[in-house]
């Protein structure tokens, strides 16, 4: 079964920074688009960085500057490095793994973790 772990949420001040991690199992992450979502209460769940297996990366204007997403040697791993953080940051943060192959696509998501940014 493909399972996908987030760790590294929690309460953080304005300005501070986190860096959370994503640890999957049971597939072959090297052959996925990794993403990290985030979902408020009462708002839609938003794209906020994607990297692919060459490298390429995305990001949502709302973070670009101060996010950055990476993924580990270890392909199964994805990290994103959160700096400068806002309290409209807080929300709950979803590790994410996207593939197309063929007629079939894949999607799996973690369980997420909450990151709180306040005084």
């Known amino acids: 079964q493909v399972q996908l772990v987030e760790s590294g949420g929690g309460l953080v001040q304005p300005g501070g920074s986190l860096r959370l991690s994503c640890a999957g199992s049971?597939?072959?992450?090297?052959?996925?688009?990794m993403g990290w979502y985030r979902q408020a209460p009462g708002k839609q769940r938003e794209l906020v960085a994607a990297?692919?297996?060459?490298?390429?990366?995305n990001y949502a204007d709302s973070v670009k500057g101060r996010f950055t997403i990476s993924r580990g040697n270890a392909k199964n791993m994805v990290y994103l490095q959160m700096n400068s953080l806002k309290p409209e940051d807080t929300a709950v943060y979803y590790c994410?793994?996207?593939?197309?192959?063929?007629?079939?696509?894949?999607?799996?998501w973690g369980q997420g973790t909450q990151v709180t940014v306040s005084s």
């Open positions: 049971g597939t072959i992450f090297s052959l996925y688009v």
């Open positions: 994410n793994a996207h593939r197309e192959h063929g007629l079939s696509d894949y999607d799996y």
């Open positions: 990297i692919t297996s060459g490298g390429s990366t």
